[in-house]
């Protein structure tokens, strides 16, 4: 699966973005999507992830109740919808695939995008 992630940008706090990944080259509905995220000089953490037919979908304490991740499988796209954006919130954002159950760990994910850059600020 190719992934291409887009809809980063430069938002002040309590602002809102949404992001979109496009999947190619392989039957997107095989696979549950993610969402993680990477500051400078941390590891990549898990952000959301919603399951193959978008019937469940689970998030990090720190993005709940802000964040929504959907999907439509018939436009191969998976989104995150970021709301009241903290600074915090700043990072890179990647899209990644996954065929093995509702992972939150980076290691069971079998395709990632290239990344988009989210910076909160004011």
């Known amino acids: 699966v190719q992934l291409q992630a887009s809809g980063g940008g430069l938002v002040q706090p309590g602002g809102s973005l949404k992001l979109s990944c496009v999947a190619s080259g392989r039957t997107f509905t095989n696979y549950h999507m993610g969402w993680f995220r990477q500051a400078p000089e941390k590891e990549r953490e898990f952000v959301a992830i919603?399951?193959?037919?978008?019937?469940?979908?689970y998030y990090a304490d720190s993005v709940k109740g802000r964040f929504t991740i959907s999907r439509d499988n018939a436009k191969n796209t998976v989104w995150l919808q970021m709301n009241g954006l903290k600074p915090d919130d700043t990072a890179v954002y990647y899209c990644?695939?996954?065929?093995?159950?509702?992972?939150?760990?980076?290691?069971?994910?079998?395709?990632w995008g290239q990344g988009t850059q989210v910076t909160v600020s004011s």
């Open positions: 990644a695939a996954s065929s093995r159950g509702l992972p939150t760990t980076v290691a069971l994910y079998d395709y």
């Open positions: 919603i399951s193959w037919n978008a019937v469940s979908t």
